[in-house]
């Protein structure tokens, strides 16, 4: 009888344990699938990623102006890399969505367009640059490599996986930073106020 109990308890446990492992592959294979369009700068496509309520306040019209102004860079050659999900923590509900949190790590790369400028111009430029990528992104973030112009910039970042109750693995996502007003207005007050 014992032992009945304890197949019955290992396998409620293994199932428990499968059935959370499930939605957070779920959450890795949509945002990958996410990145991977952005990365690949197919924003209209990416933005079946994001939540529905935040063309409530930006169109998906000057979202995409947005994303093509910031590869258009005069200064850099932007190359973006697909991101490595480090962490996917637990789903909580509130009201009628789930909600959950996802570490990773991401790479940029911003190669310098140097075209007409002379040595000492350039050596400059990157020495300003070089100052101030590591002031914005953290001293250890930041590579300069030489050979190429390029600084590679590594940072760590966490976004919010959303889904709709009714919803069948169909996750959503918010890039989670501080300064960006419009998380206060697309994710529950409770919940904001523990990311930071």
């Not at 909580?92 to 790479?107: M, P, V």
């Not at 590591?134 to 050979?147: L, Q, S």
């Not at 109750?165 to 207005?185: G, R, T, Y």
Request: glycine share 2%.
């Amino acid at each position: 009888m014992k032992l009945i109990k304890i197949v019955i308890i290992a396998i409620l446990l293994y199932s428990c344990d499968n059935n959370m492992s499930k939605y957070k592959q779920e959450i890795e294979l949509c945002f990958n699938n996410y990145m991977k369009h952005l990365v690949n700068k197919e924003f209209e496509e990416g933005f079946n990623y994001m939540p529905n309520e935040l063309f409530q306040y930006i169109s998906r019209h000057r979202l995409k102006g947005i994303y093509e102004e910031t590869y258009k860079d005069d200064v850099f050659d932007i190359t973006l890399y697909n991101p490595e999900v480090k962490g996917i923590e637990d789903s909580i509900k509130i009201e009628d969505k789930y909600y959950a949190i996802l570490s990773f790590k991401e790479r940029t790369d911003f190669k310098i367009k140097t075209d007409n400028k002379s040595q000492e111009e350039k050596e400059q430029e990157i020495k300003a640059l070089n100052k101030s990528f590591k002031k914005t992104f953290g001293y250890f973030n930041v590579t300069y490599r030489d050979e190429s112009t390029t600084f590679e910039v590594r940072t760590e970042k966490r976004a919010c996986a959303i889904l709709n109750e009714e919803s069948k693995a169909d996750w959503k996502f918010l890039i989670l930073e501080k300064d960006n007003l419009l998380l206060q207005k697309l994710i529950p007050k409770k919940l904001f106020n523990e990311l930071w």
